[in-house]
Antibody
């Protein structure tokens, strides 16, 4: 079955860069929209953006100036990079597979277990 | 951004009850509405996509309805494993946004 696993530092200093990687197993990375979503008590669930398997990306304007997503298809990995973090970026970060079906509907059908990221000096 | 507002924020119900959660979008989103269930310590799990399509492997106790701005998730006969938090999410336009969640608790 499809599995996603986030990896990366759990502690990031303010003003530094948050970097996470998601490794996909059980299926091809082709044909899907690979998303990052974060969840914090204060903001609930927030979609950060996605990177398409061919490399194009779409980001939430709330973080667009600070975020970069990329995909490494041969390695079956995709990555998130968020610069100049503040305490407001502290959250559980999920990677998720975005699936597009007939009718143009997109939804997240597989998720990683989540990576807790704390922002503190 | 399209704002998604769920009601109620929480509810208490008994096993066997019929439960309905509503989700309202700040503008029309057609049928581009998904529902997720999240249990403590776990990621969300998709239940319904496209407002009314049951995701494969999800029990038929769950059903979704609505279009435009008003949507509903109904659990026909609440089971112990259904106690969780439920979220709606729109995929009509970027940025994709979620509702604030509805926590279903045991009465």
């Amino acid at each position: 079955q499809v599995q996603l696993q986030e990896s990366g530092p759990g502690l990031v200093k303010p003003s530094e860069t948050l970097s996470l990687t998601c490794t996909v197993s059980g299926d091809s990375i082709s044909g899907f929209f690979w998303s990052w979503i974060r969840q914090s008590p204060g903001k609930g669930l927030e979609w950060i953006g996605y990177t398409y398997y061919r490399g194009s990306s779409t980001y939430n304007p709330s973080v667009q100036s600070r975020v970069t997503m990329s995909v490494d298809s041969p390695a079956k990995q995709f990555s998130l990079r968020l610069t100049s973090v503040t305490t407001a970026d502290a959250a559980v970060y999920y990677c998720a597979r975005g699936h597009r079906v007939d009718g143009g509907h997109y939804y997240f059908d597989y998720w990683g277990q989540g990576a807790l990221v704390t922002v503190s000096s | 951004d399209i704002q998604m507002t769920q009601s109620p924020s929480s509810l208490s119900a008994s096993v066997g009850d019929r439960v309905t959660i509503t989700c309202r979008a700040s503008q029309s989103i057609g049928g581009f509405l998904n529902w997720y269930q999240q249990k403590a310590g776990n990621p969300p799990k998709v239940l319904i996509y496209g407002a009314s399509n049951l995701q494969g492997g999800v029990t038929s106790r769950f059903s979704g309805s609505g279009s435009g701005t008003d949507f509903a998730l109904t659990i026909s006969r609440l089971q112990p494993e259904d106690f969780a938090t439920y979220y709606c999410q729109q995929s009509f336009s970027f940025p994709w946004t979620f509702g604030q969640g509805t926590k279903v608790e045991i009465k």
